[in-house]
């Protein structure tokens, strides 16, 4: 019994000290500089704008990628790459996903790809190089990140990477410094013709969030995004998509901050973008339709699945109708028509004169000879029978 009651406690000493090493790792993992992406503890409502839930076909073929763990790498230019020239050709490779446009539907998993903090440029073909052209001289910073066909992007691990090149000679611009926290705004841009509008952004070198007496030395360990929509401000304090309805027609203005935990924003290139959009609802673009749900989860299955075959919605003809009534027959006109005179019948009959008949008598024919008689030969004897 004893050697039983030792093993067990023995046991039970080496799952307790696996337990502590398993904790001890998950406390030094805090450290890590990429953010996890979290549930969002606010709700937006600020002025006319207002958060909604993401659209439901939007919902379920989010589920379609959710496996997908892309992996970005930027083949060129390499870092701190100096070109003595002003149009630098762009390589990049992707794994665990596959980069496409859907030729009906024109969406598809693609990349996001920002030079320096201008709008981002979204690539569908990976066969071809990115050409960049009329580039000032200097330092560039190019961020490259995957994003889901409606343009959200993957927040995994290595789904995002970022070069340092140079145009000619190196400078001091658009260098961010690799020890901050870094933004990258992604949405809203550019023309929209439905709401919810897309909100969505990536985070590089964020720390884990921490509350404030955990982390007192470091200001931005409590960090928030600020979002200020035509002058409405709002705070998000988790890395997470979400989508805002109560866009004015025609333009609006979209700014993003990186903000400490005083509200002050951390200073890092890049750090406050802003955009202007433009809303139209009358235009219906695929993206629109998929947002009001007015496409179907199979009719944007290609959208996600490049060997699913899409099939647009087609209305189909109404049938001409049959007519059911017998149509009125035409009247028979009794009036005979004017102006039209009746055909005289000719009451007399004409005389007609006989043919005359040509006969010759022909002089030529011999007379047919006279038949002769022929005596009958004496009659035979008769044979009496005397019996």
């Known amino acids: 019994m004893l050697g039983i009651l030792r093993q067990k406690l023995g046991r039970a000493f080496c799952i307790g000290l696996i337990a502590i090493a398993l904790l001890s790792t998950v406390s030094c993992s805090s450290n ?15 002025g006319d704008i207002a958060e909604v ?12 990628l959710d496996f997908y763990q892309p992996q970005v790498t930027i083949v060129s230019p390499e870092i701190d790459e100096v070109f003595q020239d002003d149009k630098v050709e762009v390589r990049l490779q992707v794994r665990d996903l596959s980069i496409f446009k859907n030729p009906e539907l024109e969406l ?28 000032e001289p200097g330092t560039h910073t190019l961020r490259v ?23 000619f000679t190196k400078t001091d611009d658009n260098h961010p410094d690799p020890a901050l926290p870094l933004l990258t ?3 809203p ?42 002058g409405h401000s709002f705070v998000l304090d988790s890395w997470q998509s979400v989508y805002l309805k109560g866009f004015k027609a025609g333009k609006n203005w979209v700014q993003l901050e990186f903000i400490d935990s005083q509200g002050n924003a951390v200073k890092n290139f890049f750090n406050s973008t802003v955009r202007i959009i433009t809303y139209e609802p009358k235009n219906k673009d695929t993206l629109s339709k998929l947002v009001t749900g007015e496409l179907s989860r199979d009719a944007a299955r290609g959208m996600v699945d490049q060997n699913y075959p899409t099939t647009l919605p ?16 035409l009247p028979i006109p009794t009036e005979t028509p004017p102006n039209l005179e009746p055909l005289s019948i ?23 000879p006279t038949p002769t008689e022929t005596p009958l030969s004496d009659p035979l004897p008769m044979k009496l029978d005397h019996h």
């Open 32 to 46: 890590a500089t990429l953010l996890a992406p979290t549930t969002n503890n606010t709700t937006v409502q600020t």
């Open 53 to 64: 839930s993401p659209p439901e076909v939007i919902q379920i073929l989010r589920r379609d």
């Open 108 to 135: 598809g998993p693609h990349l996001h790809v920002i030079v320096d903090n201008q709008p981002y440029i979204a690539i569908y073909d990976l066969t071809k190089p990115l050409t960049l052209p009329d580039l």
């Open 145 to 167: 990140f995957a994003a889901r066909p409606w343009h959200e992007s993957f927040k995994n691990a290595g789904a995002y990477a970022q070069t340092t090149f140079h145009v």
């Open 185 to 187: 705004y992604s949405r």
């Open 189 to 230: 841009q550019g023309s929209y013709a439905a709401e919810p509008i897309l909100l969505d952004f990536y985070l590089t070198n964020a720390p884990l969030r921490l509350a404030i007496a955990d982390a007192p030395q470091n200001n931005f360990a409590d960090w928030r995004i600020r979002c200020t929509i035509n």
């Open 314 to 329: 087609t209305t189909t003809p109404e049938p001409l109708p049959i007519p059911t009534e017998t149509p009125d027959t």
């Open 346 to 368: 000719p009451t007399e009959t004409p005389s007609l004169e006989p043919l005359p008949v040509h006969r010759e008598t022909p002089t030529d024919l011999n007379p047919l």
